[in-house]
């Protein structure tokens, strides 16, 4: 039996992972949210993985508020980078394989091809600098049999994401502005989750590997509320506007599509576009706002 540490398990990414446990009974799933885990507590991690024989860490906790990283940058840093740390140690003592996500945001975004995993790194927000050092500190413990997935744009039915609050604004509002100077792709946190299963027995590294994920094609914040309207049938005009109209406390790259090609030639994925994703999830209205 293989025992599966999925924390963070009641995030976006973590909740999709549930979803899909019923489909692999061949695994053991222990599904932890912050109460029943806090992932930054090295001792009370280190027990659970021994208690309960775990073989593989899904690390799917973030600190993700990413503006209110700008205030509260040791919070975020105890949870994207010192927490990776520990449990990365605890997967190098203890012979464990960990998938651990990181994000498009490690990238400054002055890049105009699709980001490669060997592209340098320049955050230019605390989030993204407490994800690189979460990173940085897993490939300097080097667990063998480790992985970092980065993604970009994740929206699923569960949490808070761009597309809820899409589907939110349109209830009261009849125009709204939305960023088109941001260039990336959303990623179906559905999706990530079934490539995320789909990998793991196929891990078998040396050196933590990093891989890129997001859904095929790219787009920009306003092309992707257009899309959900249309899908949906809203009637809701969408103006498109400069980052410059919409300040935030935290910097985001203005282009950040990630090139997937390694995740899927390495793990022989294939991936969908986000528009078709995107349709099919909507579709099945289970978005609640
Ligand atoms: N969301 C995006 O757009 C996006 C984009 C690129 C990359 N990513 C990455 O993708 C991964 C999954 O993201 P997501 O969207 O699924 O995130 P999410 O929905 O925000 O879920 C993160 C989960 O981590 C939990 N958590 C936070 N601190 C914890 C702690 N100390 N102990 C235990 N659990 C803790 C949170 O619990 P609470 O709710 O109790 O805080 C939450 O359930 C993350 O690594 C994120 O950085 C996300």
């Given at each position: 039996m293989n025992n599966i540490l999925v924390a963070g398990g009641k995030g976006q990414l973590g909740s999709e992972l549930r979803d899909l446990a019923p489909n692999h009974p061949n695994y053991n799933f222990f599904f932890t949210d912050r109460s029943q885990l806090d992932i930054t507590n090295h001792v009370v991690v280190d027990a659970f993985v021994s208690e309960n024989k775990i073989d593989t860490i899904i690390?799917?906790?973030?600190?993700?508020?990413?503006?209110?990283?700008?205030?509260?940058?040791?919070l975020a840093d105890a949870i994207n980078h010192l927490a990776v740390a520990n449990?990365?140690?605890?997967?190098?003592?203890?012979?464990?394989?960990?998938?651990?996500?990181?994000?498009d945001y490690v990238f400054d975004g002055t890049n105009h091809k699709p980001y490669v995993e060997t592209d340098v790194p320049n955050p230019q927000s605390v989030y993204g600098q407490t994800k690189l050092d979460g990173e940085l500190a897993l490939q300097k413990i080097n667990p063998i049999n480790s992985i970092i997935i980065r993604t970009s744009w994740v929206y699923s039915k569960y949490g808070n994401n761009f597309v809820k609050t899409m589907l939110r604004l349109a209830e009261t509002k009849d125009e709204i502005s939305v960023v088109e100077d941001q260039i990336g792709c959303p990623t179906n946190a559905a999706d990530l989750a079934k490539s995320i299963l789909s990998v793991l027995p196929q891990i078998n590294n040396k050196s933590v590997e990093i891989f890129h994920y997001s859904n095929e094609g790219q787009c920009s914040w306003h092309d992707f509320a257009v899309a959900i309207y249309e899908i949906k049938g809203m009637s809701i005009k969408v103006n498109a506007i400069e980052s410059s109209q919409y300040p935030t406390p935290a910097k985001r790259p203005t282009y950040s599509l990630l090139n997937k090609m390694k995740i899927k030639d390495h793990y022989s994925l294939e991936i969908p576009p986000w528009r078709d994703t995107l349709k099919k999830v909507l579709k099945l209205n289970l978005f609640k706002k």
């Open positions: 690390n799917c906790t973030a600190y993700t508020a990413v503006d209110k990283a700008e205030t509260e940058p040791e449990i990365a140690q605890i997967a190098k003592d203890k012979n464990i394989k960990l998938i651990h996500i990181s994000t």
